[in-house]
């Protein structure tokens, strides 16, 4: 099991930078962070949440949604239990509440129903 935590939301001009982690705690004695496909997720006030960028277990495989292409980057740092968003030339759209999520499904889901483990949230705000 895993438990989730994002930090390092914040308000942004457009066009800066901001870089999201997602701190994961493991508990018991089962599956290691290393076992989840790690995604991003976001969520902006009246509209459904959706799926931004994923990581496979391995840390190699990606996915993007193609409005983030190129300008969003995710990794993870197993040893550090962390996964990261980087996120360059930001849009006044990117403005979301960002989640980070854990899935134990093989590759690397894009659908919010196959990630079990969801973090609270963090506040991106790209001002015009």
């Known amino acids: 099991q895993v438990q989730l935590v994002e930090s390092g939301g914040g308000l942004v001009q457009a066009g800066g930078s901001l870089r999201l982690s997602c701190a994961a705690s493991?508990?018991?004695?089962?599956?290691?962070?290393?076992?989840?496909?790690m995604g991003w997720f976001r969520q902006a006030p009246g509209k459904e949440r959706e799926f931004v960028a994923g990581?496979?277990?391995?840390?190699?495989?990606?996915e993007y949604a193609d409005s983030v292409k190129g300008r969003f980057t995710i990794s993870r740092d197993n040893a550090k239990n962390t996964v990261y968003l980087q996120m360059n030339s930001l849009k006044p759209e990117d403005t979301a509440v960002y989640f980070c999520?854990?899935?134990?499904?093989?590759?690397?889901?894009?659908?919010?129903?196959?990630?079990?483990?969801w973090g609270q949230g963090t506040q991106v705000t790209v001002s015009s």
């Open positions: 493991a508990s018991g004695s089962g599956r290691t962070f290393g076992a989840y496909s």
């Open positions: 999520a854990g899935s134990v499904r093989f590759g690397i889901p894009t659908v919010l129903h196959d990630y079990g483990y």
């Open positions: 990581l496979g277990w391995s840390g190699v495989r990606t």
